[in-house]
């Protein structure tokens, strides 16, 4: 018999209104040729089409002139030698071009769901047994993008959700690239990616022991120009292109409301989404409070698993993890050390639940597997749903299982605090499968969570409905442990 959950009444869905500016490419020729007709037009003909713009679009985007500016410079770069020299083209003309090479793009159109809930850094002015949470979801837009939004909001002393209304502007951060690379680590980890060792020397072999992003990325499309490269080469130097592009940093402004942030794909490694963050408070050895995400880059082609790290979710470092153990999807960190080594979660062959132990945080080797499924609801495979939550009796543990008609349901499994390899239950029967309000969408038959805490004695649990909007429920925490604990 399963154990009664209490869903809760909130519901998120996609929400059209969400825009941010992207930049429009039309490929070398065609941006040669509109920045010419634009240089050719009369000044007063510019300003006027400029002021009309910025009329229609300046309510909807912080920061517009900039964004314009900024757009402006990249279309200068991808015309190239398509273009004569622009010496003295005025700023409004600077502008206007940027404004005809801008697109509008709503970042979740297509899904809103997958959320990940933490406890926020700011826990001031609340009611006796109030708790204030961060809760993160992945975005989908059109062509399937994916990138990480953000919602705030308040669980009361009886366990209900306020969710605090989202800010009428989205922002994207400035990316700054300043990583400084290892030429031993850089290789090792291109050789876990299958990338061919001539081409690797090709690329790292005029590079000293340690490099920065520029020299890295510029060594890495010198070769690339080599005309004698075959397909299969190309493809190997694409993927250090790729790597060299996965390591940045990002800053919002303090000025804007955290629901206005959005991490969209900046890197080469990420250009098809950001995929299923999850996100954990993590508690150092001192007391000190980090927040770290695990999530999954797609180019496309490949998965790269990759960290975000932040302490105030304003400004994030992302980098790639690397080894063995963080191979795939379904990566997890727990909240603390464990015998003084951080500890992860992980899904290596894409069936079983593994735990990884390390030094480093971004280094991941020999993991163990730790569960398999058992169970008819989880033949299929069987993965986590989201960071482990420390209880008295042991690490809980909220999972996913897919069955027949490939539909996922959440269980939940509990794991010992010394030794988290150690599974000491594992619940027979799910703890929720989608009903008939959740089971269509765009992915139909999913409920899928990316992280949960517990409030009050209560586990809540957000998750995503058949890939499309998002929802909660609410558990008993001593009910599910006496259930796993007996199951």
């Known amino acids: 018999m399963r154990i009664i959950v209490n869903r809760l009444p909130n519901r998120l869905y996609p929400d059209f209104k969400r825009v941010i500016v992207r930049f429009l490419d039309i490929g070398p020729e065609r941006t040669a040729d509109l920045i010419q007709k634009v240089v050719q037009m009369d000044e007063s003909l510019a300003h006027k089409i400029l002021t009309q713009t910025l ?3 300046s309510r909807r985007h912080r920061n517009l002139t900039r964004t314009y500016k900024d757009h402006y410079v990249e279309a200068v770069k991808i015309a190239g030698s398509e273009i004569q020299e622009l010496e003295g083209i005025s700023e409004d003309k600077k502008m206007l071009i940027g404004s005809y090479l801008s697109k509008e793009y709503s970042i979740s ?19 006796d047994g109030s708790k204030r949470v961060i809760i993160s979801f992945r975005a989908t837009g059109e062509g399937h993008i994916s990138s990480i939004v953000f919602h705030t909001g308040v669980i009361d002393r009886n366990n209900q959700i306020h969710i605090e209304k989202a800010g009428h502007h989205v922002d994207q951060p400035e990316a700054i690239k300043r990583h400084v690379y290892e030429k031993k680590m850089t290789i090792e980890k291109l050789q876990e990616m299958d990338v061919r060792q001539d081409i690797i020397s090709a690329v790292l072999d005029p590079l000293n022991d340690t490099f920065i992003y520029g020299e890295f990325l510029g060594s890495a499309l010198n070769v690339l120009k080599d005309s004698s490269l075959n397909e299969e080469e190309r493809r190997a130097v694409e993927q250090i292109v790729w790597l060299a592009d996965s390591h940045y940093e990002i800053s919002f402004s303090r000025d804007t409301h955290l ?3 959005v991490i969209f794909p900046i890197s080469y490694t990420e250009r098809r989404g950001i995929e299923d963050a999850r996100f954990v408070r993590f508690v150092a050895d001192d007391g000190k409070v980090t927040y770290y995400a695990t999530y999954s880059a797609y180019d496309g082609y490949t998965i790269l698993p990759k960290i975000i790290v932040t302490e105030d979710f304003c ?3 992302v980098k790639p993890l690397h080894g063995r153990g963080a191979q795939n999807k379904n990566l997890a960190l727990f909240p603390r050390k464990i015998n003084g ?13 593994y735990v990884g132990f390390s030094d480093h945080i971004h280094i991941w080797d020999d993991p163990i597997k730790v569960q398999e499924p058992k169970h008819p609801w989880e033949y299929i495979q069987l993965g986590n749903c989201g960071s482990p939550i420390e209880t008295p009796e042991g690490w809980l543990v909220v999972t996913h299982g897919v069955g027949p008609m490939r539909q996922y349901c959440l269980g939940a499994m509990l794991l010992d605090l010394e030794d988290p390899t150690k599974e000491i239950g594992h619940l027979k029967e799910p703890l929720l499968a989608p009903n008939n309000e959740e089971r269509e ?6 409920v899928y969570s990316c992280g949960s805490l ?9 998750y995503g409905t058949s890939d499309t909007g998002a929802a909660f429920m609410a558990i008993d925490v001593d009910t599910l442990l006496k259930r796993i604990l007996n199951s």
């Open 55 to 57: 009329r229609e679009f």
């Open 109 to 127: 159109s297509a899904a809103f769901f997958n959320p990940s809930m933490v406890e926020s850094p700011d826990q001031t002015g609340l009611e």
């Open 341 to 353: 080594k951080y500890a992860m979660l992980s899904r290596i062959d894409g069936i079983n639940s």
């Open 441 to 446: 969408g765009y992915v139909p038959n999913v």
């Open 259 to 261: 629901s206005e942030r």
């Open 454 to 462: 517990i409030h009050n004695d209560t586990l809540i649990v957000p």
């Open 315 to 317: 400004s994030f470092k």
